[in-house]
C-alpha cells in the first residue's frame, strides 16, 4: 500500500459531493432511489450518487481508474463495490494507504473512503452477511439441527459469510461441513487460502464445478435443514441459476438467495419447493441494507445505531421494487 506512486488516470473535477456505486448494472439497484432519501435524513441532501458500471473480471486499468477518481476528487468521497470486490483489491492494492483486517483476510474491498487524506478499503461483507445470516437463522441454529451449508459461488460474499461462521465463538453458531462449489479453480484456491489461515473446526470442502446438473446431486447429499446459498450472481449479473429446477432442496431447509433483483432463478426454483420441502426462502434485501448502510456509514463516518439503521430500512422499504 502507497501514496506516493504517481498515477495518471484522468480525473474528473465534480462540482458536488459524490458517493461511487461499482458495479455492473448499476441503474437497475434500487439504491438509484433509495440513496437520495437516505442522503436527505442523514443530513447530506447534496449528496449524489453516480454508478460506475464495468465489466465482470474487467481490464485491472478499469478497477484502478475507478479508484483514481475516488482517491484523488476532493468531492468525490467514496464508493461501494459489488461484483468486482476481489478484481478490484488486487488490481488497485497499491492505491490504498489503507486496508482493514477483513480486506486483509478476504483479499477484497467492498467499501473505498477518505480520512485525513488517505484512501482506506474495507471489507463489510463479513459484517453485513454476518448481521443478515444471525437475523435469519438465530441463536444455536446448527446446533438444534444438525443443518450444513452450501454455498454456490466462492466470491467476496461467499467468503465473507464463510468468515463470519469461523468467527462465531459457539460452537451451535458453526455447521460441522460447509460446502462451496464454484465454476473456475482460482477463487476456490483464494478461499482455501484464507481458511487455511484461520483456526477452524468447520470441515470446508471444496468442488469445481460448473454443470447445474452435477450441482442438483451435491445439493441432494444435505442433511435436513441445511442451508444452501446462491452467491454466483446468476439471476442478477449473469443469467440462469446453479441447479436446474429438477433439483432437491433438503427438507425443512433455508435457500438463501443474496441477489433482490433480476430474474432471480434460483429463488425462483426454492419458492417452487416450500410447500413440498417445506423450504424457507430468502432473499437478498436485508442483506442490500446492511451492505449499503454499513459502507454509507464508513464513508461519512457516521454511527450506525440499531435505531438509524431501523429508520433506514423504513424509508428504503416505501421505494423498494
Given at each position: 500500500m502507497s501514496?506516493?506512486?504517481?498515477?495518471?488516470?484522468?480525473i474528473l473535477s465534480k462540482t458536488s459531493l459524490t458517493f461511487y456505486f461499482i458495479g455492473v448494472t448499476t441503474a437497475k439497484s434500487s439504491i438509484m432511489k433509495v440513496f437520495p432519501l437516505w442522503a436527505k435524513e442523514l443530513g447530506y441532501p447534496q449528496l449524489a450518487i453516480e454508478g460506475i458500471d464495468l465489466k465482470i473480471h474487467d481490464d485491472p486499468e478499469a478497477y484502478r481508474a475507478a479508484v483514481a477518481q475516488i482517491k484523488f476528487d476532493p468531492l468525490s468521497l467514496g464508493a461501494l463495490v459489488t461484483t468486482h470486490k476481489i478484481d478490484l483489491f488486487h488490481a488497485s492494492l497499491d492505491m490504498f494507504?489503507?486496508?482493514?483486517?477483513?480486506?486483509?483476510?478476504?483479499?477484497?474491498?467492498s467499501s473505498i473512503s477518505k480520512r485525513a487524506g488517505n484512501l482506506e478499503g474495507h471489507a463489510k461483507d463479513p459484517i453485513s452477511?454476518?448481521?443478515?445470516?444471525?437475523?435469519?437463522?438465530?441463536?444455536?441454529?446448527?446446533?438444534?439441527?444438525?443443518?450444513?451449508?452450501?454455498?454456490?459461488?466462492?466470491g467476496g460474499s461467499a467468503?465473507?459469510?464463510?468468515?463470519?461462521?469461523?468467527d462465531k465463538k459457539a460452537a451451535g453458531d458453526r455447521p460441522r461441513r460447509f460446502l462451496v462449489v464454484n465454476r473456475s479453480e482460482g477463487r476456490?484456491?483464494?478461499?482455501?487460502?484464507?481458511?487455511?489461515r484461520q483456526k477452524t473446526d468447520i470441515e470446508v470442502v471444496y468442488q469445481q464445478n460448473e454443470n447445474p446438473y452435477r450441482n442438483d446431486a451435491i445439493m441432494a447429499t444435505l442433511p435436513p435443514n441445511s442451508l444452501v446459498i446462491n452467491a454466483t450472481g446468476m439471476g442478477k449479473d449473469t443469467p440462469g441459476s446453479p441447479i436446474t429446477s429438477q433439483g432437491l432442496f433438503p427438507e425443512h431447509g433455508i435457500a438463501w438467495e443474496f441477489n433482490y433483483r433480476g430474474e432471480l432463478d434460483f429463488m425462483h426454483q426454492a419458492l417452487a419447493q416450500v410447500?413440498?420441502?417445506?423450504?424457507?426462502?430468502?432473499?437478498?434485501?436485508?442483506?442490500?441494507?446492511?451492505?449499503?448502510?454499513?459502507?454509507?456509514?464508513?464513508?461519512?463516518?457516521?454511527?450506525?445505531t440499531p435505531g438509524l439503521f431501523a429508520r433506514l430500512a423504513s424509508i428504503a422499504e416505501t421505494v423498494r421494487h
Open positions: 501514496s506516493t506512486q504517481t498515477f495518471s488516470y484522468p494507504d489503507y486496508l482493514d483486517p477483513y480486506a486483509q483476510v478476504c483479499g477484497e474491498v452477511a454476518g448481521l443478515s445470516l444471525d437475523t435469519m437463522i438465530g441463536e444455536n441454529y446448527f446446533g438444534r439441527t444438525g443443518g450444513w451449508v452450501l454455498c454456490f459461488g466462492a467468503v465473507a459469510t464463510l468468515l463470519h461462521l469461523i476456490l484456491a483464494s478461499m482455501r487460502d484464507m481458511v487455511n410447500e413440498s420441502r417445506d423450504v424457507r426462502v430468502e432473499d437478498g434485501w436485508l442483506y442490500f441494507l446492511h451492505g449499503w448502510t454499513q459502507v454509507i456509514a464508513q464513508v461519512l463516518h457516521l454511527q450506525l
